[in-house]
């Protein structure tokens, strides 16, 4: 009897005006983990297609359905596939969620939608001519 586990991984790079000002992982939802499944068999909801930023610096759970205090959305710039990785780029431009920036999601809609993976990092304080790029690789392993 085999028994393998699906467990993906995620792994985000934020530059602030192309200065890194984060690099580590993020956490799956549940509901993300649920949006995986259900592409996989019938392809009802809809594609991973924005990033959320937030202000908000509760830490990561599993049952997370939004960002806690969401600053502004933006739709994703790029993404690509390769053998089992997903990489997702989108850029906050001047004057999208300015302010402290404690929090980031993916998620599938360009309001409300299913909340992928979520990550808190250090306070990014994001000036109204700052420019915020987000780099994820989601990995199935």
Avoid: Q
């Amino acid at each position: 009897m085999f028994i393998e586990s699906f467990n993906p991984t995620g792994h985000v790079i934020v530059r602030l005006n192309d200065d890194i000002v984060y690099d580590g992982p993020n956490l799956i939802t549940t509901a993300g983990k649920a949006l995986i499944a259900s592409r996989m068999v019938d392809g009802n909801d809809s594609v991973v297609s924005h990033l959320a930023a937030g202000s908000n610096n509760t830490a990561a759970a599993a049952g997370d359905t939004a960002l806690a205090s969401e600053l502004g959305r933006v739709a994703l710039t790029s993404f690509t596939h390769s053998t089992n990785t997903f990489t997702a780029v989108a850029t906050l431009a001047a004057g999208t969620a300015t302010g402290a920036v404690v929090e980031f999601g993916l998620l599938n809609a360009s309001s409300s939608g299913t909340l992928l993976c979520r990550t808190v990092v250090s306070t990014i304080n994001k000036g109204s001519s700052d420019s915020i790029t987000v780099t994820w690789v989601l990995t199935a392993s």
